[in-house]
T-cell receptor, first 113, second 116 residues
Framework: DQQVKQNSPSLSVQEGRISILNCDYTNSMFDYFLWYKKYPAEGPTFLISISSIKDKNEDGRFTVFLNKSAKHLSLHIVPSQPGDSAVYFCAAPASGGSYIPTFGRGTSLIVHP | GAGVSQSPRYKVAKRGQDVALRCDPISGHVSLFWYQQALGQGPEFLTYFQNEAQLDKSGLPSDRFFAERPEGSVSTLKIQRTQQEDSAVYLC??????????????FGPGTRLTVL
């Protein structure tokens, strides 16, 4: 029973265009969401987060949008760069107030030059 | 300063062997987490330490899995009588905090375990 779902295993985008990575969740108690980025043979690194009291958080080229009614969040990367090619994981705390994130399966982003 | 390190980076074991995976967290980090990442999946929580205390081991899949952090720094994840389904990447993460914000987990590169 996956509580955090990333239904697109891969995404291919041209350099300079927008990348949109999607994530759905089932637990309405989730109040904090994170995106991690992972290169091959490396551990995940934190990218950006959003609290449920907001619907948008922006950090440079990365913006995360949260739609609580739809239980959906998305990560936008504008403009996409070849160095953004990696696996992106969406994560949320396992339960309200928990410190342990539940991860989605990840989406592999490939940005073509 | 150095990040989280893990050793070995790769381990091949025959079914039934015992293995020990080591994690060196960032110095001073109170919290330490172990995750298991199967192929094509996201990391799944195994166990959590706050200093030397193992506060949560609810994610350990069986009693063949054992973790320790005796002095509150280095941690070892031990798997006894390995099975093929144990093949995965084992990730360690550390955090200076014991609570929010969650984003302060720093991950090591992982140990890829292959059980033949």
């Amino acid at each position: 029973d996956q509580q955090v779902k990333q239904n697109s295993p891969s995404l291919s985008v041209q350099e300079g265009r927008i990348s949109i990575l999607n994530c759905d969740y089932t637990n309405s108690m989730f109040d904090y969401f994170l995106w991690y980025k992972k290169y091959p043979a490396e551990g995940p690194t934190f990218l950006i987060s959003i609290s449920s009291i907001k619907d948008k958080n922006e950090d440079g080229r990365f913006t995360v949008f949260l739609n609580k009614s739809a239980k959906h969040l998305s990560l936008h990367i504008v403009p996409s760069q070849p160095g953004d090619s990696a696996v992106y994981f969406c994560a949320a705390p396992a339960s309200g107030g928990s410190y342990i994130p539940t991860f989605g399966r990840g989406t592999s982003l490939i940005v073509h030059p | 300063g150095a990040g989280v390190s893990q050793s070995p980076r790769y381990k091949v074991a025959k079914r039934g062997q015992d293995v020990a995976l080591r994690c060196d967290p960032i110095s001073g980090h109170v919290s330490l987490f172990w995750y298991q990442q199967a192929l094509g999946q996201g990391p799944e929580f195994l166990t959590y330490f706050q200093n030397e205390a193992q506060l949560d081991k609810s994610g350990l899949p069986s009693d063949r899995f054992f973790a320790e952090r005796p002095e509150g720094s280095v941690s070892t994840l031990k798997i006894q009588r390995t099975q093929q389904e144990d093949s995965a990447v084992y990730l360690c993460a550390s955090s200076i905090r014991t609570s929010l914000p969650y984003n302060e987990q720093f991950f090591g590169p992982g140990t890829r375990l292959t059980v033949l």
